[in-house]
């Protein structure tokens, strides 16, 4: 094992993404975490892992807030760390695939209003997916971290991630994200994986796991000592569960091997300003206990984080909880039906959807939603192993696969968006507005027109007048 002495490890922060999203169902308002926030910035963390991933969704749909007015305060009050996004390469922050033009200004608009470190991933390692996403961050001077999404199966070796990451330096990455959402990296692997990345790039090592399973600790402290360059953690009201290890805890447990440059003061003090917040969400039934328990299953289920919570309010909308235990064993069926691919947003989503439908409707595959489909279709990409002909009769019959590239698939859809912005009335105040309704057409139309209520009531004169118009 390689002896790192006391070299320095950093940390990313995941409270207000990660961290809230596996918990809480990404459901934490600004307003809930705007006084724990100069205190965050003073504890030293590599990145604030704030934006990207559920959130652009759930500001949306649930809190009545602009995810771009979002990030921008998150600019002005975070002023010495690095803030940090997740990007699901073509699929953006939605849940299919988008076209390159929608991609380039999205993330030119998301690097102009703050973003430092983009965090690119496929949900089926099908690198072709990730191309315009890197293109785009280097173009407009943002950090390109690619990550590698983990998962074990007959395909999945470390051969297999290694060549995955000389894949991605080679397409311009500036780092490498092992991203580990299901709590599956076993501490020996984290050990192999890491050791084996150091050799065969020259890129800065970043380690990405949820407790889970129980061992994402033990698999950053061999990670760690394997010579990872940064690890992420969620402050503890926050972590644990399905969310990250808790960063108070890991930068004393790593302080006997590495240098850990962290403020334990200043975790501590905004750990206690985010205490009040969990509580709210336990009393609300909002964070559910299955969401904090930790069971070494999942090895075998490989649902992570944020899916969990999902699965567990879908059984609950259906009546039907009492089958969640029926459910988990057939998530691994229908995965490898699927063509192994890791479970991670949106594919995590599709496989635990159709092994709801699979259970709820008592034969697999009577039921499968379009986005089943289009998985087995190949609209997402290449799955890791082919699906077999046999499944795909099951779900599209005798649909044609595709074997295209997503994105080539698609039109410009940037120019379309505005267009159709523009019918649903007088709404634009920013171009950003365009990427929003990109995103979520029917979700960001009806945020814009509550939010042009509420600051300009039925006066659409003032409301003209005053707004910050965008020239079309």
């Known amino acids: 094992m390689e002896n790192n002495g006391k070299k320095p490890i950093a940390f990313t922060d995941t409270t207000f993404r990660d961290g809230q999203q596996s918990l809480i169902a ?22 604030m892992e704030v934006w990207g991933g559920a959130t652009f969704d759930a500001c949306l749909r649930y809190l009545n807030e602009d995810p771009w007015e979002r990030l921008r305060a998150f600019k002005k009050r975070v002023r010495k760390t690095k803030l940090q996004m997740l990007f699901r390469g073509q699929n953006m922050l939605g849940y299919k695939a988008y076209p390159d033009d929608v991609v380039d200004k999205f993330l030119e608009l998301a690097i102009k209003n703050g973003i430092d470190i983009v965090r690119i991933f496929d949900a089926l390692n099908d690198s072709r997916n990730l191309e315009s996403s890197v293109k785009a961050v280097k173009k407009y001077g943002g950090h390109a971290q690619m990550a590698l999404s983990y998962t074990t199966s007959e395909v999945h070796t470390v051969k297999y991630y290694v060549d995955l990451a000389k894949e991605f330096e080679q397409m311009g990455a500036d780092s490498i994200a092992v991203k580990d959402m299901a709590g599956l990296l076993m501490p020996a692997a984290a050990r ?31 990670a760690a000592r394997a010579g990872a360059d940064i690890l992420d953690a969620a402050l503890s009201p926050f972590a644990m569960g399905s969310s990250q290890p808790a960063a108070e805890v890991m930068a004393a447990i790593l302080g006997d091997y590495r240098a850990v440059g962290l403020d334990a003061e200043a975790m501590s003090k905004a750990s206690a300003l985010l205490a009040p917040v969990r509580e709210r969400a336990l009393k609300s039934g909002l964070l559910d206990a299955v969401a904090l328990s930790v069971n070494i299953d999942m090895l075998k289920y490989q649902v992570p984080g944020g899916m969990l919570s999902n699965l567990v309010a879908q059984l609950k909308q259906s009546g039907a909880e009492d089958r969640y235990e029926e459910v988990l064993r057939e998530i691994p069926r229908v995965r490898a039906d699927f063509g192994f691919p890791p479970l991670v947003t949106p594919s995590s989503q599709i496989v635990g959807t159709q092994a ?24 997402y990409g290449k799955t890791p192993v082919p699906v077999s002909d046999e499944v795909a009769r099951k779900v599209i019959g005798d649909e044609p696969r595709v074997t295209a590239a997503p994105a080539e698939l698609l039109k410009p859809g940037l120019a379309a968006a505005r267009e159709e912005l523009l019918k649903e009335g007088d709404l634009l105040e920013g171009e950003e507005d365009v990427l929003s309704y990109a995103l979520f057409p029917q979700i960001a139309a009806a945020f814009f027109k509550k939010r042009q209520a509420a600051k300009y009531g039925a006066d659409p004169e003032l409301y003209n007048k005053e707004r910050n118009t965008y020239p079309i």
């Open 356 to 379: 709801v439908m699979n259970v709820i409707s008592g034969e697999r595959y009577k039921m499968a939603p379009k986005e089943s489909k289009e998985l087995v279709k190949g609209m």
């Open 26 to 47: 990404t459901r934490m308002s600004f307003e809930e975490m705007e006084p724990a926030l100069e205190l965050m910035d003073d504890v030293g963390f590599h990145s």
């Open 192 to 222: 192999e994986l890491v050791s084996e990345l150091k050799k065969a790039t020259s890129l800065p090592i970043q380690v990405h796991s949820h407790y889970t399973s129980g061992l994402a600790g033990c698999a950053y402290l061999e």
